[in-house]
């Protein structure tokens, strides 16, 4: 039900499956590594390092990034104290099955894969997938084998002082959106699909919640425009600026163009009980500045 394949090929292809993954053309080869499973957490928010000036960082939410030739969008800054992340979705350095079904079984390429960041010098590196983590534990619960599709790429330390934690046009994160959405809740995002390279003014997007589903670990959301291929993993945020979640999906239903959003709350207290244990989101330097409803 969640996933039609791994990488869309294009928006046509996405809209006529179920629910497409969003990364832009691209392939990747199967592997699989250790790690997998707790509720919701509200992970901290800490600045580790001297962040660049927002209007100058090459390096911030809503990059893009590139696994294998597959196009992305990254979502937020993170930091441990092994260093910096930007988070992507799982989805992005899968396996490429075309009949991938969810993060449980589907393939993944390993722990280590480079990870070409736009802005940075040199590549980041795989270091933590929700799929590879879900896999070694042998995760059997259907909402988070369907939902869950987390992972992160670690900054090259060479790259760290170009990067600024604060998502384009909107500003923020405030922190981790720990309670979910309503139907009808204001929500903003920014994708930054290579799809949209003709028409940057559309990748800021405000739009509504749908609801949660999953038993919370997903949200289906319509913005105004929806997320494409080349949007997975893009940033979701509450209208009060909190960092709500990933996109990752493009939906017939129940709104034709609607996204499904993994609950990063959820993801995150996942990375820390299975692999990145001090994982913490990295607030923004500039002020959210949602829009007027």
């Given amino acids: 039900m969640r996933r039609a394949g791994v990488v869309a090929r294009t928006l046509v292809a996405a809209l006529a499956a179920t629910a497409a993954m969003l990364c832009a053309p691209g392939s990747a080869a199967a592997a699989s590594s250790s790690s997998a499973s707790p509720s919701r957490a509200s992970p901290s928010s800490v600045s580790p390092v001297a962040w660049a000036p927002a209007a100058r960082a090459p390096v911030h939410p809503a990059v893009r990034t590139y696994t294998a030739g597959a196009q992305c969008t990254a979502n937020f800054v993170f930091a441990d104290d092994a260093g910096v992340y930007l988070g992507q979705a799982a989805h992005c350095s899968g396996g490429g ?3 991938g079904v969810d993060g449980c079984s589907s393939g993944s390429l390993p722990l280590g894969t480079p990870v070409r960041i736009d802005g940075a010098t040199r590549p980041g590196t795989l270091a933590y997938s929700s799929w590879i983590a879900m896999r070694g534990v042998r995760e059997t619960r259907p909402d988070v084998c369907a939902y869950n599709d987390f992972a992160l790429v670690r900054i ?3 790259d760290v002082a170009k990067v600024n934690p604060s998502v384009p046009f909107w500003g ?3 922190g981790v959106d720990t309670d979910g ?5 204001p929500v903003v995002s920014y994708g930054n699909s290579s799809l949209r390279n003709a028409l940057p003014t559309l990748s800021p ?8 589903e999953g038993q919370g670990w997903s949200h289906a959301v319509f913005t105004v425009t929806p997320g494409i291929p080349g949007d997975s993993g893009s940033p979701v945020l509450s209208v009060g600026g909190a960092a709500l979640g990933v996109v990752a999906t493009l939906r017939l239903a129940p709104v034709l163009g609607s996204n499904g959003v993994g609950d990063l709350a959820r993801e995150v207290a996942y990375a820390r009980a299975h692999g990145i244990p001090g994982l913490r989101l990295v607030k923004g330097t500039v002020a959210f500045r949602g829009p007027r409803w």
């Fill in 205 to 212: 997007k405000k739009g509504v919640s749908l609801g949660d």
């Fill in 172 to 174: 923020g994160p405030t």
């Fill in 97 to 99: 099955e075309p009949g």
């Fill in 156 to 158: 090259d330390p060479h």
């Fill in 181 to 185: 959405t309503r139907r009808g809740e």
